[in-house]
C-alpha cells in the first residue's frame, strides 16, 4: 500500500491504460487533480468560544460536465483522501454516462461532537468558504460520510443567501420539500442491490443459499442489507464504526434499520410494532465481520478495510465495494489471484450519484418524478452498465476493478478528445 491514498487510487488507472487506445495527453490530464481548495472554516460553538475547523473540496475533472460528488464530515478527512474520492468520482460519472465530472470535499470534524446549531453553523460556514468554487454549471455538492438531507438543505439555503436567487439545482441530496428527489436517501444501497443481483444471476447464485456480511450500517449499507434480505438472501452480520454482530440463522434487518432509528446504535433484535426484543447473536469485532465465512462480503464504511495485512483472512468468495476505496491496491492483486471476485466502489456504489443527477436534471427542468420512475431509470443505468463491465471484463480476461476503469477511461478519453489541444491558448501567451 503506498503512503498516500490519491498515490494507491491512480495505480488503478495505470492497470487500466493497456486495454484502452486514449491519447498520451489524455492520460496525463487524468493523472492531477484540476483544482483543490483548502479552507479554514470559523464556527461560534455554544459555549461562546471560537473554533476553525480545516475544509476541503476538489475537483478532480470537469471534460465531461460540471463536477459532483458528495462531502464528507469525518475526523480523519485530508486533502489526499478528498482528492482520492474526487478521482473516483471521475470516473464513476464516466462509468454510468452521467453528464459530470468529478468532485469531493470533507471537513475535518467529528459530527458526532458537535450541537445541532453548532453543526448548522460548520455547515453554512464551509458554503461561505467554498461558494465560489461550486454552482450548479461548475461542482455540485451532495452528502457522504456523516452528512445528510438536513444538512444538504441547510447549505443549499446558504449558498441561495450568498447568491441572491434560488438554485436547487446547486446541491443535490436535498430533503424532497426543498427540490430534492424522491429515492435519493435509499439510491446508494438500492443501485448497488441492483449491480448485486445482475451478478448473482451471472454466477448462478441463489439469494436463499447466498449469505452476506455488511460492515458499516448507514445510508449505503443499511440500505443494502434491507434490500438483500427482502430479496431472500441470508444477511448475517452487520457493523457500525463501534463493531458488529453476527448470527448464523441470519438477522432481521428491518428490525435492526428500526432499533437504530430511535437508538442510533445496532443491536441484534427482532421487533414486533414498537417492542424490540434481543435475539441469540455473537458479538464480533469489524476486523472479524471482513474474515467471515461468507458468500458476499459488502464493505459499505471507508477506505483502506482489506489491505496487505488482513488480505490473507478473506473468505467470502464475491466482494462488493458500496464504500469508496475500501480494499488496497496491494490486497486487490491478492485477492485476484485467489480467484475473490471484487466489484468496484466506481459501478456498486454509483446509484447515489446516478440519483443525485436525476435531482439534477428534476431541479432544472422543474417538473418532479414519482419514487417509481426514479427506481426504473435507476435500475436501467446500473444494469446496463453493470452487464459493459462484465463483457469488457470477459473480453479481456481482466478484473471487473480494471473493466470498469477501462470502460471510464474511454468515455473520458473520447471527450477529452474532443474537446482539442488547446494548443492555440498556449501560442498567445
Ligand atoms: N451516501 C451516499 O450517497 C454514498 C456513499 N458512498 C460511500 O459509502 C460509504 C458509507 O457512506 P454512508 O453510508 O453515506 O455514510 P453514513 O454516514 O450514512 O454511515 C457510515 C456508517 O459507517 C459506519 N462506520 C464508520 N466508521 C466505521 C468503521 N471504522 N468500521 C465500521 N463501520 C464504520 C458508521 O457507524 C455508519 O454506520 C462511504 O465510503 C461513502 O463514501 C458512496 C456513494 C454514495
Ligand atoms: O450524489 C453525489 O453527487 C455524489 C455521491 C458521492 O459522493 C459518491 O458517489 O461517492
Known amino acids: 500500500m503506498h503512503d498516500s491514498l490519491f498515490a494507491d487510487a491512480s495505480t488503478r488507472l495505470e492497470r487500466a491504460m493497456k486495454y484502452v487506445s486514449i491519447s498520451e495527453d489524455a492520460l496525463e490530464y487524468l493523472k492531477y487533480p484540476k483544482a483543490s481548495l483548502s479552507v479554514s472554516i470559523p464556527v461560534r460553538m455554544d459555549n461562546g468560544s471560537l473554533k476553525i475547523f480545516p475544509g476541503y473540496r476538489v475537483r478532480y475533472d470537469d471534460t465531461r460536465g460540471p463536477g459532483k460528488g458528495g462531502i464528507r464530515y469525518h475526523p480523519n478527512v485530508t486533502l489526499d483522501e478528498v482528492t482520492s474520492l474526487a478521482f473516483w468520482m471521475t470516473f464513476k460519472c464516466a462509468v454510468l454516462n452521467l453528464p459530470f465530472g468529478g468532485a469531493k470535499g470533507g471537513v475535518a470534524v467529528n459530527p458526532k461532537s458537535l450541537s445541532k446549531l453548532e453543526l448548522e453553523r460548520l455547515s453554512r460556514g464551509y458554503i461561505d468558504a467554498i461558494a465560489d468554487f461550486i454552482g450548479p454549471d461548475v461542482d455540485i455538492p451532495a452528502p457522504d460520510v456523516y452528512t445528510n438531507p438536513t444538512i444538504m438543505g441547510w447549505m443549499m439555503d446558504q449558498y441561495n443567501i450568498i447568491r441572491r436567487s434560488l438554485n436547487p439545482a446547486a446541491i443535490t441530496g436535498k430533503p424532497v420539500t426543498l427540490g430534492g428527489s424522491l429515492g435519493r436517501n435509499t439510491a446508494t444501497g438500492t443501485g448497488a442491490f441492483f449491480a448485486i443481483e445482475t451478478l448473482m444471476q451471472k454466477f448462478d447464485r441463489l439469494p436463499a443459499e447466498t ?29 457500525d464504526s463501534k463493531g458488529g454482530i453476527y448470527a448464523k440463522q441470519g438477522l432481521d434487518i428491518p428490525s435492526i434499520r428500526q432499533y437504530k432509528e430511535s437508538n442510533r446504535s445496532i443491536q441484534a433484535v427482532y421487533c414486533e410494532g414498537t417492542v424490540c426484543n434481543i435475539v441469540e447473536h455473537v458479538v464480533i469485532t469489524n476486523e472479524e465481520l471482513l474474515a467471515l465465512d461468507v458468500d458476499i462480503l459488502i464493505p459499505a464504511a471507508l477506505e483502506n478495510q482489506i489491505t496487505q495485512e488482513n488480505v490473507k483472512d478473506i473468505k467470502a468468495k464475491y466482494i462488493f465495494e458500496v464504500a469508496n476505496g475500501p480494499i488496497s491496491s496491494d490486497a486487490d492483486l491478492v485477492l485476484e489471484e485467489r480467484g475473490i471476485y471484487v466489484i468496484p466502489d466506481i459501478l456498486v456504489n454509483a446509484g447515489g450519484v446516478t440519483v443525485s443527477y436525476f435531482e439534477w436534471v428534476q431541479n432544472r427542468n422543474g417538473l418532479y418524478w414519482s419514487l417509481n420512475e426514479v427506481n426504473q431509470r435507476l435500475k436501467q443505468k446500473i444494469v446496463e452498465e453493470t452487464e459493459r463491465i462484465w463483457e469488457i471484463s470477459q473480453e479481456f480476461a481482466i478484473s471487473m476493478r480494471t473493466a470498469a476503469y477501462v470502460h471510464g477511461l474511454n468515455r473520458l478519453g473520447e471527450a477529452l478528445s474532443a474537446k482539442g489541444t488547446r494548443d492555440y491558448y498556449n501560442s498567445q501567451h
Open 211 to 239: 449469505t452476506v456480511a455488511v460492515q458499516g450500517f448507514g445510508n449505503a449499507g443499511s440500505v443494502v442489507a434491507d434490500l438483500l434480505s427482502k430479496a431472500g438472501y441470508k444477511v448475517v452480520a452487520v457493523s
